[in-house]
């Protein structure tokens, strides 16, 4: 059974900053590997997805890296801003019927100006 | 396009008390999901559907059932409502290649008391 866990839980950063969220997942037979942003109170919206075969992808001041071979996904958000404060989650799509996801726990985070 | 909707956007029930979560799209996708979410706890799977007239269990299906008599809706029943089933739904759909990601309705917040 696939499972995905994200650390941080929580994270707060001064505007500006570089930073890295982690996702790490055991079974490594999986079609993709995606990053969602939730807003409180909101649905999820699409951020990045990587295929299997693929190593990163690149979307404005957002860098997720894929490693299979260690079960581990990585999402960089390059000068951070207030905006970007939100729930980050990755979630696995897994080798099987239905393109089921399976999702990390999350990452909440807060810019501060 | 509205893409993904959900109804009701709210609601408050008392145990045993049954209702339906109605889950409509108009993206012409195969694949429809229904998800919960707990506080502090990613997504996790409750039933999904590769096409109208199927559907599976996800990861917890118990108390749960799902419909999908036409393509573009999906529903989700709770024949006697627990309050074990205090959550917020979401409901997504794939057009079912795994390059696709899922797209997401906005939730609908349920208290059972």
């Known amino acids: 059974k696939q499972e995905v866990t994200q650390i941080p839980a929580a994270l707060s950063v001064p505007e500006g900053e570089n930073l890295v969220l982690n996702c790490s997942f055991t079974?490594?037979?999986?079609?993709?590997l995606q990053w969602f942003r939730q807003d409180p109170g909101k649905g999820l919206t699409s951020l990045l997805l990587?295929?299997?075969?693929?190593r990163e992808q690149t979307s404005g001041r957002l860098n997720a890296s894929l490693d299979k071979s260690s079960g581990r996904s990585t999402l960089y958000i390059a000068a951070s801003q207030p905006g970007d404060s939100a729930t980050y989650l990755c979630?696995?799509?897994?080798?099987?019927?239905?393109?089921?996801?399976?999702f990390g726990g999350g990452t909440r985070l807060m810019v501060k100006p | 396009n509205a893409g993904v909707t959900q109804t009701p956007k709210f609601r408050v029930l008392k145990t045993g008390q049954s209702m339906t979560l109605l889950c409509a799209q108009d993206?012409?996708?195969?694949?429809m999901y229904w998800y919960r979410q707990d506080p502090g706890m990613g997504l996790r799977l409750i039933h999904y559907?590769?096409?109208?007239?199927?559907?599976a269990k996800g990861e917890v299906p118990d108390g749960y059932n799902v419909s999908r008599l036409k393509k573009q809706n999906f529903l989700l029943g709770l024949e006697s409502a627990a309050p074990s089933q205090t959550s917020v739904y979401f409901c997504?759909?794939?057009?079912?290649?795994?390059?696709?990601?899922?797209?997401f309705g906005p939730g609908t917040r349920l208290l059972v008391l």
């Open positions: 979630a696995a799509m897994n080798n099987n019927a239905g393109n089921m996801l399976t």
């Open positions: 079974d490594s037979a999986i079609y993709n």
């Open positions: 990587i295929q299997s075969s693929q």
């Open positions: 993206m012409n996708h195969e694949y």
């Open positions: 559907s590769v096409g109208e007239g199927t559907t």
């Open positions: 997504a759909s794939n057009p079912s290649g795994t390059q696709e990601t899922q797209y």
